[in-house]
């Protein structure tokens, strides 16, 4: 028996997983629905999408918040529950040492507080990344997940995990040579594409596909996969959080 659920959901761009979900939430594959599509891009197809679907959506223009944190980020453009401590400390999206790590993360809790502000206005039980480029600090992650032991932000990534995490699965599974290439969708956790896998499908690569082919064949493969793993949360049968 399935619990209905109400799904959030973000986006970058086409949002043909997002269509994935729409269709499923309507022929009842998955015993939810979604309550709102937010972007960190604006005008990307994913969007028109959820409109047509009757979907509420917003944007969080996340290159434009970096783009004017460049000119200096001062303690009152934080939010006023952020921690730098904390977040150094849960992280591992970065390596400390790096010069760049601190604009980093102010730069994104800043943006993550924008987002947060949107979807604590609705009534929401599962985050759906579905082709969502950006990584979330500890900020973010920490106020989606607040019930202890439950995970509640789920992502796809375009390659096989643990092998080839990052912004380009498929093209890093095609240009090392892979035979098998697949899709995982899994929990998120303070790492990047590092929590616990909730479900993989795989497909064989052939000596003649090329990238396109192997991205064709692997976006077939996420459009069965999301839907299936959103109702098994729906069902509740998954793992718990350390
Ligand atoms: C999908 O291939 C998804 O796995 C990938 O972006 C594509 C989005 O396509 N996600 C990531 O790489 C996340 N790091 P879509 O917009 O057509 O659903």
């Known amino acids: 028996m399935a619990a209905h659920i109400n799904i959030g959901t973000l986006i970058s761009g086409g949002g043909t997983n997002l269509q994935a979900i729409i269709d499923a939430c309507k022929d009842n594959t998955i015993s939810g629905n979604i309550v709102f599509t937010g972007s960190d891009t604006p005008d990307v197809k994913g969007l028109e999408r959820a409109q047509t679907a009757g979907i ?68 929401m039980d599962l985050l759906v990344l579905a082709g969502f480029m950006r990584v979330f600090t500890p900020y973010f992650i920490d106020r989606i997940n607040t019930v202890p032991g439950k995970y509640r932000i789920m992502n796809i990534h375009p390659a096989l995990l643990p092998a080839f995490p990052g912004t380009d699965g498929y093209g890093d599974t095609f240009r090392y040579g892979c035979k098998v290439g697949g899709c995982t969708v899994h929990f998120i956790d303070y790492g990047e594409d590092t929590g616990p896998i909730i479900g993989q499908k795989a497909f064989e690569i052939t000596d003649t596909d090329t990238l396109d082919d192997v991205k064709r064949k692997g976006l077939e493969k996420e459009w069965e996969l999301y839907p299936a793993c959103i109702q098994k949360f729906a069902r509740q049968i998954l793992p718990e959080r350390a």
Do not use: W
Not at 76 to 82: W, Y
Not at 95 to 117: H, V
């Open 56 to 123: 509420d959506t917003f944007v969080v223009d996340y290159a434009r918040i970096i783009r004017s944190c460049r000119s200096g980020i001062a303690d009152k453009d934080l939010p006023a529950d952020f921690s730098l401590e904390d977040i150094m400390e849960k992280q591992h999206l970065i390596d400390p040492a790096d010069g760049n790590a601190l604009f980093f993360l102010k730069s994104r809790a800043i943006a993550e507080k924008q987002l947060l502000d949107r979807i604590m206005t609705y009534d």
